[in-house]
């Protein structure tokens, strides 16, 4: 008996508590499972902090576009008066009056502008010429009238030789071409220097102004010298390639 009452009362306990439960239940969505878990996500105040300095930010800069509009709006009346009002011929008497005013100052600074001009080329092309590197220097320690009777094929050897050496490609060392392409890029670029640096010696020489400049006859004649150098070196580099397209097949001898 004790134990049926027990029974009926856990019964009714149990149907109180399930009925209770699914009053106090909140609705769900359809897709939804019904015992699916609900989590309390928190709203992430940085993201709106975020959107708040941006919208912050797009205001002002259409404030400050806003602000140089009007500026330039009342600044256009005053420009259209000015055009209204110019006379060329107040300029032209005033720019006359000007230059009539400061024409040895004129005279003096653009005299001395030119000086500091023809230091600086000639000062750039003596740097270019002497570096290390410089064809024109190839065999310095040999008289140019000894090398030019040397061996042909002798002067060929050591001047590749020389190329591959000082050209040479570190990323592929077994390249051939590169160290011949580099070098008559320079020895181009040297013939101009010196073809420019012979250029103004000369007209320097011509208007008698070679004290101004520190140039005298020894000058001119080694610059002379430097591109007879420089056109030797590259008729020897010439011939060789001529020879090794020969050699190579790539032309084929008259018959």
């Known amino acids: 008996m004790k134990y049926r009452i027990w029974r009926y009362l856990s019964l009714f306990i149990f149907s109180s508590f399930v009925i209770t439960q699914g009053n106090n239940r909140t609705s769900l969505p359809s897709d939804q499972a019904p015992y699916a878990p609900r989590f309390n ?24 576009s806003t602000q140089t509009t009007m500026i330039l709006l009342s600044i256009m009346p005053r420009l259209l008066d000015y055009a209204k009002s110019f006379n060329p011929k107040l300029y032209k008497q005033y720019t006359g009056q000007w230059l009539k005013k400061n024409k040895y100052k004129i005279i003096k600074y653009s005299i001395f502008g030119c000086y500091v001009t023809i230091w600086l080329l000639l000062l750039s092309s003596h740097y270019y010429l002497n570096q290390p590197d410089s064809w024109s220097n190839w065999q310095a320690g040999i008289p140019f009238t000894e090398l030019y009777t040397r061996p042909q094929e002798l002067l060929q050897q050591e001047l590749i030789f020389d190329i591959q050496k000082r050209y040479i490609n570190k990323q592929n060392p077994t390249d051939f071409i590169s160290p011949f392409v580099t070098f008559l890029n320079r020895i181009n670029s040297e013939e101009k220097y010196v073809d420019r640096y012979l250029t103004m010696l000369n007209s320097i020489n011509h208007l008698y102004s070679r004290r101004l400049f520190l140039i005298n006859e020894k000058k001119i004649k080694e610059i002379e010298l ?30």
Not at 233 to 254: R, T
């Open 226 to 255: 430097r591109k007879q150098r420089l056109t030797f070196v590259k008729q020897v580099f010439l011939s060789w390639a001529a020879e090794y397209n020969i050699n190579q097949g790539k032309i084929k001898q008259p018959t």
């Open 41 to 64: 996500v928190p709203i992430n105040n940085y993201n709106n902090h975020q959107i708040y300095l941006d919208s912050k930010n797009i205001t002002k800069n259409k404030n400050e």
